[in-house]
């Protein structure tokens, strides 16, 4: 009997305790939230500074780069000279030389913007000139006054350009 009397005490005590339980904060969880937090803040932070060190990476490439620019366009002056028999030696020297510069500059990312025959864009291409071409439609490149350079998609100079105009 002392059992029952001992239990029907108790037993408002334990419902009062099982109400407030839910209401209670169990520092476990507590503490394995803000692990996670953490965790998340950490991740993202981690991924960030990757990020954050590529595009740093294509900068300074892309500025290095943009410094040789005016060497490839030397070649391409040296180049474009008319050939004798006594520059013939120099101008063979020339072509490997510029074709192993690009070459090395192309393993860093270096793209020609190829502008002949396609539509003007003013993100690739900066007109010059207009000039009349019945045989190419308007607003199309004619020719490439100096060439234009993309690292890695990124545009250091654009191609100069001639664009069509008829009208």
């Not at 953490?38 to 990020?51: G, K, P, V, W």
């Not at 500025?63 to 040789?68: P, R, S, T």
């Amino acid at each position: 009997m002392e059992e029952n009397k001992q239990e029907e005490t108790v037993t408002p005590e334990v419902e009062v305790l099982e109400e407030e339980a839910p209401e209670a904060v169990d520092p476990t969880k507590e503490w394995e939230q803000r692990y996670m937090r953490l965790q998340a803040d950490f991740e993202n932070f981690r991924r960030r500074t990757n990020q954050e060190k590529e595009q740093l990476g294509v900068f300074v490439k892309s500025h290095v780069i943009e410094d040789l620019l005016p060497v490839l366009d030397n070649f391409e002056r040296a180049l474009s000279a008319p050939e004798t028999p006594e520059t013939k030696a120099f101008m063979e020297g020339f072509v490997m030389i510029q074709q192993s510069l690009m070459a090395s500059l192309s393993k860093q990312g270096l793209a020609v913007i190829e502008a002949v025959g396609q539509p003007f864009d003013p993100n690739y291409h900066q007109a010059i000139m207009r000039v009349p071409a019945e045989d190419m439609e308007d607003d199309t490149v004619c020719e490439v006054l100096q060439t234009g350079y993309t690292v890695e998609g990124r545009v250091v100079r654009p191609a100069m350009v001639k664009v069509v105009h008829n009208g």
